[in-house]
C-alpha cells in the first residue's frame, strides 16, 4: 500500500514519531530539523531529546506547512567537525495540524527529498493525517510516502479506528524501531484485536475519507455565512 518495505504497529503516532527518530538517530548528539509549528516541536514533550539525546532545530513554517530550504542549508554543520552535532534527519508534517490542515505542494515535496538526498539525510514524515492529504494532491498514498524514508500513519483520526498507528520505512530502520518501542513501553500482548480495526481503517476507511472534507465544507459554507466568521473554503482540509 505505500511502497515501503516493513510496517510495525504502535499505540500511537507521537510514539511512531519518536521510534522513527530514534531509529534514524541511532547515535546520541545526532541532529534533526522540523518545523517550529510542527507536532514533533510542540506538543511530543521534546521526547526524542529527553529518550535519544537528539537535537531538535526548528525552521519556521510557512501557512502551506513548508519550510524555506535554503535557510535550512545554511543551518547545516560540516559533517566531519567535532564541535557539531551530526545532521540525520528532515522532518515534515502532512497535513499540517497546526496550520489549520494545510498540505506542502508536491514540488516542495519533491524538493525536500532532492534536498536530504543532496546531504544524505533522511526524510521523516509525520502524515498521521496522511490520507486526508490525497485528494488535494490528486495522489495515492504510495507516492505521498515516496517522499520520505519513514512514515508514521495515524489510523485512530480521520481513519476511525478507535486507537493505534504505523510506521512504515526500510526494513532495517523498522529493526531498529521495533527495538525502541519495546523500549518505550509500546509492545502490546494480544494487540491483534486493536491491530484489526486499525486494518480495516487502511483498506477500507480510507477509500471514503474524501467523504470528511466534504462534509467539513458543508458545515464551513454554513457557517461562513455568519458576519462574524471568517472562512476561506477554498484552503479547507479536513482536520479530524
Not at 229 to 237: A, C, M, P
Request: net charge neutral; glycine share 8%.
Amino acid at each position: 500500500m505505500t511502497g515501503k518495505e516493513k510496517a510495525l504497529y504502535l499505540p500511537s503516532t507521537t510514539m511512531s514519531n519518536l521510534c522513527a527518530i530514534l531509529g534514524t538517530c541511532w547515535e546520541r548528539g545526532s541532529e534533526i530539523f522540523v518545523g517550529d509549528k510542527s507536532h514533533i516541536a510542540l506538543y511530543e514533550q521534546g521526547n526524542v531529546s529527553q529518550m535519544g539525546g537528539v537535537l531538535v532545530r526548528t525552521v519556521p513554517n510557512n501557512e502551506d506547512g513548508s519550510f524555506d530550504l535554503d535557510y535550512l542549508e545554511t543551518l547545516i554543520h560540516p559533517v566531519d567537525d567535532p564541535h557539531f552535532p551530526r545532521a540525520r534527519a528532515v522532518c515534515i508534517e502532512v497535513t499540517h495540524n497546526m496550520m489549520g490542515g494545510s498540505v506542502p505542494s508536491l514540488e516542495w515535496l519533491s524538493k525536500v527529498r532532492a534536498f536530504a538526498d543532496k546531504w544524505n539525510l533522511r526524510v521523516h514524515m509525520d502524515g498521521a493525517r496522511a490520507f486526508n492529504a490525497l485528494g488535494q494532491l490528486g495522489i495515492g498514498i504510495k507516492e505521498l510516502c515516496s517522499y520520505a524514508d519513514s512514515v508514521s500513519i495515524c489510523t485512530s483520526k480521520g481513519l476511525a479506528a478507535p486507537v493505534g498507528g504505523i510506521l512504515v520505512s526500510d526494513a532495517e530502520t523498522i529493526k531498529k524501531c521495533h527495538r525502541v518501542r519495546k523500549a518505550v513501553g509500546g509492545g502490546m500482548r494480544q494487540a491483534g484485536i486493536i491491530a484489526a480495526a486499525s486494518l480495516h481503517a487502511l483498506t477500507k476507511m480510507s477509500k471514503r475519507i474524501h467523504e470528511d472534507t466534504e462534509n467539513a465544507k458543508k458545515l464551513a459554507e454554513v457557517v461562513a455565512k455568519f458576519d462574524f466568521v471568517d472562512i476561506d473554503i477554498s484552503k479547507l482540509v479536513c482536520l479530524v
